[in-house]
């Protein structure tokens, strides 16, 4: 009987350990071979919000503390640019966006502001007292005009540089942890302040449509794959792909990139159909080139002292993540295609 009990032991032994290797490439994923982005620290201990380039060296960054950058080396250096706000309000711009000369930012408390010369002149455009929640997003879609979305889900559109707004939609959503828009059609959907719900909004639709998670992790931040389908970060690391382009209650099955840090994931772009990166807490930095089926991580970023919060590729050759205290990561396509 010992000799039985003794044999079965050996065998679960063996079994635990086959298990466990099987396993080590989601608790531990293997490192990338090089490392394709620049380091950048800027003087300011402000975090990042978004960025925009008018071309592929001209560009702005925007963030807390009334932080207003400029490039024109392609994000390689960067002069902070002082406005004239006729107060001492410190603001958090949350979005910028530029068509051609013409561009835009939007910050909490609410504060829109316009530029039709590159960014050598801004003007502060009034906002009515009335706006259903605080400027969030915006995007410039032409010649004055633009589409604005509130953190309460509010959406706007105007034709003559700011000057008058159209509702787009009915009612608001509630407070939104974030929001994204699908720049080809559009489209929005936004994750609730507390990550228990999501909301999408087509062009048309008088109102937003809610949606229930999936499982009972919280949700973190959403957006759109390119072919135009729904991603999803949720708490623990967990990630899932949407099934259908018309069905956004149809997901694939969840996965965790990677056990052991994933706890941090933030932010997801791609940078080419393939190839997908996906931002976290604590220098977290995985990428997936097969369009999520395996991962790896970027472990020269992990000793960078910041949480990397968004990620965003302008085009295939160029992209950035943008982090706090000042940090900023540059993509750098000749690293990448040394790899």
Not at 77 to 82: A, D, G, V, Y
Not at 138 to 149: D, F, P, Q, S, W
Not at 151 to 161: E, F, P, Q, R, W
């Amino acid at each position: 009987m010992r000799t039985v009990l003794t044999t079965l032991r050996k065998l679960a032994t063996v079994a635990a350990i086959a298990l466990f290797a099987a396993s080590c490439t989601t608790v531990f994923l293997p490192e990338t071979e090089t490392n394709p982005w620049e380091v950048i620290s800027l003087e300011t201990n402000a975090v990042f919000s978004d960025i925009a380039m008018l071309d592929q060296q001209h560009g702005w960054l925007v963030g807390s503390r009334s932080t207003l950058l400029e490039t024109t080396d392609g994000g390689k250096t960067w002069e902070l640019r002082q406005l004239d706000l006729e107060d001492e309000q410190k603001y958090t711009f949350t979005s910028v966006s530029f068509n051609g000369p013409e561009g835009w930012v939007v910050g909490l408390p609410s504060i829109l502001l316009h530029t039709t010369d590159g960014g050598q002149s801004w003007d502060n455009i009034p906002l009515s007292p009335e706006l259903p929640g605080a400027p969030f997003m915006v995007t410039a879609l032409g010649k004055n005009t633009a589409e604005m979305a509130t953190d309460v889900g509010a959406i706007y559109l105007t034709k003559d540089g700011g000057s008058n707004w159209k509702a787009q939609v009915e009612g608001a959503v509630g407070v939104v942890r974030n929001m994204t828009r699908d720049s080809d059609t559009g489209r929005y959907v936004a994750v609730s302040s507390r990550g228990n719900f999501y909301s999408t909004w087509e062009p048309g639709d008088r109102t937003w449509q809610p949606h229930n998670r999936e499982n009972s992790k919280r949700l973190q931040n959403m957006g759109f794959n390119r072919d135009g389908s729904l991603w999803l970060i949720a708490r623990g690391g967990q990630m899932q792909f949407g099934d259908s382009t018309q069905d956004y209650e149809a997901w694939q099955e969840p996965i965790n990139p990677e056990l052991s840090t994933s706890w941090g994931l933030l932010d997801l772009a791609y940078r080419t159909p393939d190839e997908l990166w996906v931002t976290g807490g604590s220098g977290n930095l995985l990428v997936s080139r097969d369009g999520g089926e395996t991962w790896l991580k970027d472990r020269d970023i992990e000793d960078v002292p910041t949480n990397l919060y968004r990620v965003k590729f302008l085009s295939p050759q160029q992209g950035f993540i943008l982090g706090q205290r000042g940090y900023l990561l540059r993509y750098d396509a000749n690293a990448a295609a040394a790899a």
